[in-house]
């Protein structure tokens, strides 16, 4: 059973690895009142069966280590309590649960 998961978890962080890698492949350019957007498009199918349960992986370990840094930051730099909020739990949550199928 160990052998499994393992060979599970290789392959899953394998493919995380050439996906972003291959990230730039999929860049497009849009224009939109004149002015250039560049927005990447994910394949929806490897958004949502690998992307998205990586998102609430992240997301989990965003919030656990919010938890943890909280009470320093209340203490050293309580005005900054939003910075790492959004950066470990919100960027990550707005990804996996808000952000469409497909776009990156």
Known sequence: MSRNIRSLVAAFLSSALLLSQAAPAFASTTTVNGMNEQSRSVPV????????????????????????????????????????????????????WVDPLGTH
Request: proline letters at 10%; one cysteine or more.
């Open 45 to 96: 199918l490897l958004d949502a069966l690998f992307l998205r349960p990586i998102g609430m992986v992240v997301t989990g370990l965003g919030a656990a280590t919010f938890c943890l840094i909280a009470p320093v930051m209340a203490i050293t730099r309580p005005t900054d309590m939003g910075a790492p909020f959004r950066a470990l739990v919100m960027a990550p949550a707005r990804y996996t």
